[in-house]
């Protein structure tokens, strides 16, 4: 093992990048993967399974199989800059390091409209899952119900809000476990003509490359959380490589997960060919009914709500607030942003500014989740081509890596399936997110007009990681 694996983050890591350390290092390598798993909600496919059903023809597992293949190449290229700047900024921080300060405010600024739209999302989702088992209550009581409890965990500190998680992840966890042995004893009993079959993974009659296409469009939205694990790194008392083990990890771990459940779900419903508009939204919680009763099927929902509308937000809330104390620190958001808290060491204004924006988007997108969900991918797959850039430009061409798999290859094979899948977004996505973009570019202009540096340049090349450790001659000993 290298002096650099088992180095432990602390002040002077932060120093030669012209920063000091305000925030608490509080977090493990499993808190950093448990984080990880919250984001992207081991149970996510419920919520969704019945659309996905119909648009993969019936091969929802093989979905999120193609998704993984996709996204282990934008994970290995979050790894690689994470552990040559293990700070809050994320791809904001690796792309303006990497490459260049304007093009990394532009890389932070579209995945600014992934991280601001996301908690909207989840708490729309939420709101709808609450809303059938509560008919009576309004939607937006239970946006801001979620937004009060996700707000106030966020404020409390990194160290608590990381027992929510556990908590959470523990609760998702055994529902899954819940599910597999219904699933397994119906299937054992022929419950509904249940059996062990392979065409949820792999359907030759219905498989076609269109197919593909929109199984990566379905993917990535589900997959999206594992780089917000890199907003975390000042937070991290890891070693270098901690984030990046959290995050590649993660991605296998929620794959699993993913695969099997809708594997076993797709075994307990072998002759279904697709599922009537006004039953897609429920499929998955009508199927856990099928196996069991009622109770259960209500007990899944509220797992359901619950997960997305608090542990999933408070993920997505925390790596929101974390990307805007990075930019503001930099002068490329209001200054105020990068204020911590003396007692909690969180910035508490950007996750009251988070909050804010939240409520008035969640109120206004009710109903509008295609439309939220469309415009987060855009933001994520945007920066993430920039990502891919920079390690290329930052570990192949810089530092004249001799790593071609690592800095050339994936990079290469991460921008062509990011670009593919961006190019066939849909058309009302790249509108808005050409929008946002273009307001981006004129705050971009608006700050270096009045002489405010982005990362100023004699920082911006600043690495932890020794040049030397990119090529080793040989492997150094612990």
């Not at 700047?85 to 995945?111: D, E, N």
């Not at 999933?312 to 990075?326: D, E, G, I, K, P």
């Not at 988070?354 to 969640?362: M, P, Q, R, W």
Request: avoid cysteine; aromatic fraction near 12%; proline fraction near 4%.
């Amino acid at each position: 093992m290298s002096n650099l694996d088992s180095h432990t983050l602390g002040e002077g890591d932060l120093t030669q990048f012209g920063y000091k350390q305000e925030l608490n290092r509080g977090l493990s390598t499993a808190d950093l993967l448990i984080y990880g798993l919250v984001f992207m909600v081991p149970i996510a496919p419920w919520a969704i399974y019945g659309t996905v059903y119909n648009e993969a023809k019936g091969m929802v597992p093989l979905v999120y199989l193609i998704g993984l293949v996709a996204m282990i190449f934008t994970a290995l290229s979050y790894a690689q800059m994470s552990r040559a700047f293990p700070i809050a900024g994320s791809v904001y921080s690796y792309v303006g390091r990497g490459m260049h300060p304007k093009l990394g405010f532009i890389a932070g600024w579209t995945i600014l409209l992934d991280y601001l739209l996301v908690p909207t999302l989840l708490y729309v989702f939420a709101a709808e899952s609450m809303s059938g088992i509560f008919p009576a209550v309004p939607k937006w009581a239970w946006i801001l119900l979620f937004l009060a409890i996700n707000t106030a965990i966020n404020y409390v500190g990194i160290s608590f809000t990381a027992v929510v998680n556990r908590l959470f992840l523990t609760a998702e966890v055994l529902f899954l476990v819940i599910f597999a042995v219904m699933a397994i004893v119906a299937i054992a009993h022929g419950t509904g003509g249940a059996h062990v079959i392979a065409k949820p993974i792999f359907d030759a009659a219905n498989f076609s490359a269109p197919l593909v296409g929109t199984a990566l469009s379905i993917a990535v939205l589900s997959f999206l959380g594992f780089d917000g694990i890199a907003t975390l790194s000042e937070e991290s008392k890891g070693g270098h490589r901690s984030a990046g083990i959290a995050m590649i990890g993660g991605l296998f771990l929620v794959a699993f997960f993913f695969i099997s459940q809708t594997w076993l779900a797709g075994m307990l419903i072998p002759d279904t060919t697709s599922f009537p508009d006004d039953q897609a939204g429920n499929a998955f919680f009508d199927i856990v009914g099928r196996i069991s009763n009622n109770g259960w099927q209500i007990a899944f929902l509220a797992m359901n709500a619950l997960a997305v509308g608090i542990a999933n937000a408070v993920a997505a809330q925390s790596a929101t607030s974390r990307l805007l104390f990075s930019m503001s620190r930099d002068g490329q958001l209001p200054r105020f942003l990068a204020h911590v808290n003396s007692r909690s060491k969180v910035p508490e204004r950007a996750i009251l500014l988070v909050a804010g924006i939240t409520l008035v988007l969640g109120l206004f997108f009710v109903g509008q989740i295609g439309l939220i969900s469309s415009l987060v991918n855009f933001g994520a797959l945007t920066s993430f081509l920039l990502l891919h850039l920079s390690v290329m430009t930052y570990y192949g061409v810089r530092r004249k890596s001799s790593n071609l798999v690592l800095h050339w290859v994936g990079p290469v094979i991460g921008f062509l399936i990011i670009g593919f899948v961006l190019w066939n977004a849909e058309s009302a996505a790249k509108i808005g997110g050409l929008v946002w973009l273009a307001i981006g570019i004129l705050v971009l202009v608006y700050y270096s007009r009045k002489g405010i540096g982005i990362l100023p340049e004699h920082r911006a090349d600043a690495s932890t990681e020794p040049a030397a450790d990119l090529q080793p001659a040989t492997e150094p000993r612990s």
